[in-house]
């Protein structure tokens, strides 16, 4: 057998947490004199989820197809479980990618896609078929399905076909190039809560890569964010949300409120606004910066409320319901802010009359320039 | 019956005559040489007096006929086969694959398409008899092949602008080897238009007069010879062998079309 070859038999017994199953060590990929990706260091734990967010252009699919060896790197080496890959063609390597078109072949059936990879290895058709049913009972899928033609299949059938096909590859890294992003609301926080169990499953490593932040929230342990070919953040979801170190990753995460301030005696001002702005407790306070105030913790400031530090005086523009939440938007001069509370905090104020809106400095982001 | 119905049934009335009209148009010169096939007269002459199979049975004996239609058979086979190598590379060139000469490659294949058959039959007469080459049916291949592949070419990247790359590249990532992509997805996603491409180099090759008339040397193909006998020394065997002709083409579309459906159907299956 050559060693090459993808085979489970030839791995080594490291146990979970046992070092990086994947490393990338200063990673960049130039097309004619365009840096698609630039200089990327990466460690990704064996059996972790870790989701790529960043918008179309910030090189998260070069980086995905470099890892799947579609792409090669310019410079630095990819590195799975220690050996480096980047000369290694697709079909030498250890990782199946989910393509965002699913990429299934038309002319066979669900049953004839899924065991495609097993067909490649020469494995015989009845062992085939016994693994096909096998992975099709672990996506959800019927029996009935293993003749069914692949193009008759629906979105979320296909999506699942897609997805036990490249388990048959029995890989060491799944990668997913935004396969849900044409699935609409519903079946996809279905398909998003099965492929997190199915990680959980499987127990392989997957990454994962989406332009919504939201997505990577729900099924991640970890998320790198991207931005112009760098990686511009790499933490928990918690850290991502509580603690962004940037302007561009707040922004990334949905609607927020960013103040451009500058200091002053202690506190920070902000152009076209009256008041006097307390930065959040703790970390260093540079001269100028970004305070990120997000709706949910934007509130009504009641008149008899003197623990509310940050206070502005505006009119209510418009207002939504987002079912459970109401959202309105408040205008202070050519700003207008979002604030979000439940019903139960949900303001009394007619629209065009003046509002008092607040936040804790503890509930505030400040984010240098 | 309200007016509206009155109306549409009308108009399905009239498409089916103009339907019936254009058909009747093309293959009234067709039925007409199959009629004059059938007579018992040495010349052409309506109404058909006497009716016989004799022409018939006199040009299925005859050996110069047989001659010709092996000859005709050996052109156009040879024809398809390199025909449709050719043209599927030359697809995946034109359609697939971006390089650098690839805007260029796709005007020029097309050119030999442009050129006026007959010239193109005597610049090749020329060029053949500049290198030494002697006429044969054998030289009639590489004449006809200027003028069909580009034909194929086209016809099967039709066929690959409407193949997703992602297909070979998830194969490849997949664990199969390029043997393998091009054997398990290319090929048999492609086959539609490498079957239609193949059809159409056969039937294009075996009708072709003006470039096989100059290339051929002492040889002799169908179209050929039914030239020759219409210009001089007419025979019952032209409108015969017209007809015998017609109706080969028109089985082979038949067979191939009733192929396709066969396996389609096992498809959806």
């Not at chain 1, 990466?42 to 799947?68: D, N, Y």
Request: glycine share 8%.
């Amino acid at each position: 057998m050559r060693d090459s070859v993808v085979m489970h038999e030839d791995r080594p017994d490291t146990a979970p947490g046992a070092g990086p199953v994947l490393e990338l060590a200063g990673v960049r990929k130039t097309f004619d004199g365009f840096v698609a990706v630039e200089r990327i260091d990466l460690q990704v734990a064996e059996g972790e989820f870790f989701t790529i967010v960043g918008p179309s252009g910030s090189g998260k699919t070069t980086l995905l197809r470099m890892l799947a060896g579609m792409e090669h790197p310019t410079e630095g080496d990819i590195i799975v479980r220690g050996r480096s890959v980047r000369h290694l063609p697709p079909n030498k390597r250890p990782t199946c990618l989910v393509f965002q078109s699913l990429a299934l072949f038309p002319h066979r059936t669900v049953g004839e896609n899924i065991e495609f990879p097993l067909k490649m290895r020469k494995v015989p058709p009845a062992d085939r078929r016994v693994r096909a049913l096998e992975l099709m009972r672990m996506v959800r899928l019927p029996e009935g399905y293993y003749a069914k033609n692949v193009t008759k299949c629906s979105g979320g059938e296909r999506q699942r076909v897609a997805l036990a096909r490249a388990l048959a590859y029995d890989p060491e890294i799944l990668l997913f190039d935004e396969p849900l992003s044409a699935i609409d609301y519903k079946l996809r926080k279905t398909l998003e809560k099965e492929l997190k169990d199915l990680h959980k499953e499987t127990g392989k490593t997957f990454i994962y890569i989406t332009h919504s932040l939201e997505e990577a929230m729900v099924m991640s342990d970890r998320i790198g964010v991207m931005r112009g070919g760098r990686l511009v953040q790499v933490g928990t979801p918690e850290d991502i949300y509580t603690r962004p170190t940037d302007r561009f990753v707040c922004e990334f995460m949905g609607e927020v409120n960013v103040l451009p301030v500058v200091a002053a005696d202690g506190a920070y001002v902000c152009a076209g606004l009256t008041g006097r702005f307390t930065p959040p407790p703790g970390g260093p306070q540079p001269p100028k910066g970004f305070i990120v105030v997000r709706p949910e913790f934007l509130h009504f400031v009641e008149d008899d409320d003197t623990t509310t530090e940050n206070v502005i005086v505006g009119t209510i523009y418009n207002e939504y319901s987002l079912g459970s939440r109401m959202q309105y938007q408040v205008r202070v001069g050519d700003k207008t802010f979002i604030v979000e509370q439940s019903r139960r905090h949900a303001c009394s104020g007619a629209p065009d009359r003046p509002v008092r809106i607040g936040w804790h400095a503890r509930d505030a982001i400040f984010v240098a320039e | 019956m309200n007016p509206q119905e009155q109306r549409l049934r009308r108009a399905r009335l009239m498409t089916a005559a103009w339907t019936g009209f254009v058909l009747l148009v093309i293959y009234l010169p067709v039925l007409c040489s199959a009629l004059a096939s059938l007579g018992k007269g040495r010349y052409f002459l309506f109404p058909i007096r006497g009716w016989s199979v004799d022409w018939w049975a006199r040009t299925l004996d005859s050996i110069e006929i047989g001659m010709l239609l092996r000859t005709s058979l050996a052109l156009a086979a040879a024809v398809t086969v390199v025909a449709v190598a050719a043209g599927f590379f030359g697809a995946l060139a034109f359609a697939r694959y971006d390089w650098s000469g690839r805007r260029l490659y796709q005007k020029i294949v097309l050119l030999p398409i442009f050129f006026p058959q007959p010239v193109l039959g005597l610049a090749l007469l020329l060029w053949f008899n500049a290198v030494g080459m002697e006429m044969s049916w054998r030289t009639a291949i590489v004449a006809h092949l200027v003028w069909i592949v580009p034909v194929v070419t086209l016809v099967i990247a039709i066929k690959v602008y409407g193949f997703d790359p992602a297909l070979e590249e998830a194969a490849f990532d997949l664990g199969a080897s390029r043997l393998q992509v091009l054997r398990e997805v290319t090929l048999p996603i492609l086959w539609p238009g490498i079957w239609s491409g193949a059809l159409f180099a056969f039937l294009l090759s075996w009708g072709n007069f003006p470039l096989s008339l100059y290339t051929t040397g002492a040889d002799s193909t169908v179209p050929e010879w039914l030239y020759a006998k219409m210009i001089a020394g007419y025979t019952p065997m032209v409108p015969t062998l017209g007809t015998m002709s017609t109706i080969a083409a028109a089985s082979a579309l038949g067979i191939g079309a009733l192929a396709a459906m066969l396996m389609k159907r096992r498809r959806a299956a």
